[in-house]
């Protein structure tokens, strides 16, 4: 029996529904969150916050899984990042956002990228410690974890790991989202933001 849904059903109702069953039980995101522990940051970047003045900062640790989501999944724009975590249920409960939650705004992970972060080795050390996470969980897999064409070599044996920098990798991306950001302003008739030097040795 052919059942033809109404194209002018009322959408505009209120309905009851958790956000944790929206999500697969098998979506990567679910097992990330089940074993990275990303509290490491917090203690990483305290010294980067004043902690008697000003307004209240977005939490460090959703700044850093917003950009995780965007290196995960190959999104090249702060910009787009928050137009997916916007209309992706999955996203939004990674980052511990409700469905009716006001998700920040891209400029204020761009400022805190090229402002608080600047000239720190913050994202490499980030994600190295991730990374190692995700090793010792066995999330990562075999002996060389592939990156954007770069690779780290891992030994999956919990009680021994070879650390080695993937600096290459974090770097393009940050660079990809600062072009990005020009790129835009460009198209709005702005000029673009001054260059300011940034380590991610």
């Known amino acids: 029996?052919?059942?033809?849904?109404?194209?002018?059903?009322?959408?505009?109702?209120?309905?009851?529904?958790?956000?944790e069953s929206l999500v697969?039980?098998?979506?990567?995101?679910?097992?990330?969150n089940k074993y990275i522990d990303f509290s490491f940051i917090d203690e990483l970047v305290k010294d980067l916050y004043c902690h008697d003045n000003g307004r209240?900062?977005?939490d460090p640790k959703i700044l850093v899984k917003i950009l995780l989501l965007g290196y995960l999944y190959g999104i090249r724009s702060e910009r787009q990042i928050i137009r997916e975590v916007q209309v992706n249920?999955?996203?939004?409960?990674?980052?511990?956002?409700?469905?009716t939650d006001k998700i920040?705004?891209?400029?204020?992970?761009?400022q805190n990228r090229r402002r608080r972060f600047n000239g720190?080795?913050?994202?490499?050390?980030?994600?190295?410690n991730i990374v190692l996470q995700a090793m010792e969980h066995k999330l990562v897999s075999g002996k060389?974890?592939?990156?954007?064409s770069t690779h780290l070599k891992a030994n999956a044996n919990k009680r021994k790991f070879i650390e080695q920098e993937v600096e290459r990798?974090?770097?393009?991306?940050?660079?990809?989202?600062?072009?990005?950001i020009d790129e835009d302003r460009e198209a709005h008739g702005k000029k673009p933001l001054k260059k300011k030097t940034t380590s991610l040795n």
């Open 104 to 110: 920040i705004d891209d400029s204020t992970i761009s």
């Open 24 to 32: 697969p039980q098998d979506h990567l995101l679910r097992k990330i």
């Open 144 to 148: 060389v974890l592939y990156t954007d």
């Open 1 to 19: 029996m052919l059942n033809i849904r109404d194209k002018n059903v009322d959408l505009t109702g209120y309905e009851f529904v958790s956000l």
């Open 56 to 58: 209240p900062a977005v």
């Open 169 to 180: 990798s974090v770097k393009d991306y940050v660079e990809d989202l600062d072009k990005a």
């Open 120 to 128: 720190t080795d913050i994202f490499q050390q980030i994600f190295d």
């Open 89 to 99: 249920v999955a996203y939004r409960w990674f980052l511990g956002y409700g469905l």
